[in-house]
């Protein structure tokens, strides 16, 4: 186990990174950022930053000798990076979790080997490629760049043969996958944390409301179609889990289909669909993330009560802090990134009750 007063090292300094550090910092850990962004939302909170590229190996190695392990808030880090770091310091999860999560065609083919379903998709490595995708999976479809793609940046939707030309220029002519529309009456998302030993525990299934390709909510109880694809979502959770050796939060995303579950994305980190725990859970992501990471026992992760509701300030909604602050029984979050912008995440809420 870490010895409290340890410092814990995280790659990215965003809102994940922020509240990871506020978790530290309640059982005894210090935390020290790494991130190329000039004060990132994480730095307000930490007791140590480096600002540097990922891809400044002397920075690296300072930052190495500097920490007792190292995590991370955001699954687009250079793996490069990461395997230089685990070979001076514990990185947790490991890189083989940031390998297969950043590769759209990797996870894929990762999670079917494993007897999830998913869409029907296809590779694209060029225009010509785009349209043998398209005769073979159908349209309506969408395009999405095999790397680099969150909060529905790098993709495009194809209705028509027409918008080809279009969609491949609109991903920058990037290797990407085809990915066939599938009918499904909600979206929802399995988190777990699974220890070093192995040990695992999951929270409750909540059900996720999108809007422009950025998480809008999540809330509990989830519609009885997802409560009754939530076992099956978890046990396919828990074996990617325990497949890659991960440690530290997991979070898979899925379709809740009249069919049958589908397996959508997955995050290796702690994610924005679990927010509420902090307020609605006996032990919230990022406490247990900090516990995996270092080696301590996993907290339950029971809710306080039965009724949960998590809203992301986006953009100007944060503007309302004055009326939010002032509403009983609301959980204010703001992340303290200055100026709002149109898809930015500015903060969020979160509302319990009976």
């Known amino acids: 186990m870490l010895t409290p007063g340890s410092t814990i090292g995280i790659l990215g300094g965003g809102q994940l990174g922020r509240m990871l550090a506020v978790a530290a910092a309640q059982l005894g850990y210090r935390c020290h950022v790494f991130a190329p962004e000039d004060a990132p939302p994480a730095t307000d909170v930490c007791a140590a930053v480096t600002r540097a590229e990922f891809s400044d190996a002397a920075a690296l190695t300072a930052f190495a000798g500097a920490v007792d392990v190292v995590t991370f808030e ?41 007897g ?8 694209v490595s060029s225009r010509a490629e785009l349209d043998e995708a398209i005769a073979r999976i159908g349209l309506p479809a969408i395009l999405k760049t095999r790397r680099f793609g969150y909060d529905g940046k790098g993709q495009a939707r194809l209705h028509s043969a027409d918008d080809a030309d279009a969609a491949w220029d609109a991903i920058g002519q990037q290797p990407a996958i085809l990915e066939g529309m599938v009918e499904f009456a909600h979206e929802y998302s399995v988190m777990l944390c699974r220890g ?86 006996l032990t919230s992501q990022f406490e247990n993330h900090i516990r995996a990471v270092a080696g301590l026992p996993l907290g339950p992760t029971d809710l306080v009560l039965p009724r949960v509701e998590m809203l992301n300030l986006i953009g100007d909604q944060a503007d309302d802090w004055p009326r939010l ?30």
Request: aromatic share 6%; net charge positive.
């Open 325 to 354: 602050f002032a509403e009983p029984g609301t959980h204010v979050h703001l992340y303290g990134k200055g100026a709002s912008r149109p898809g930015r995440k500015m903060g969020h809420v979160t509302r319990l009750g009976r």
């Open 196 to 281: 070093a030993d192995g040990r695992m525990v999951d929270w409750p299934v909540p059900v996720n409301v999108h809007a422009g390709g950025i998480l809008a909510s999540s809330s509990l109880p989830a519609p009885s179609l997802v409560r009754a694809q939530a076992a099956d979502a978890v046990a396919l959770s828990r074996r990617i889990a325990d497949k890659l050796g991960h440690v530290g939060v997991l979070t898979c995303e899925f379709f809740a289909c009249r069919d049958g579950l589908r397996f959508n994305e997955m995050a290796p980190r702690v994610h924005n669909s679990g927010h509420w725990t902090i307020e609605g859970s």
């Open 116 to 123: 999830g379903r998913t869409a029907p998709w296809a590779p």
């Open 74 to 114: 955001w699954e687009n880090v250079p793996t490069a990076a990461v395997r230089l770091l685990a070979g001076l310091v514990p990185v947790h999860p490991g890189v083989h979790s940031l390998e297969v999560a950043q590769d759209r065609m990797a996870e894929k083919q990762f999670v079917e080997w494993l």
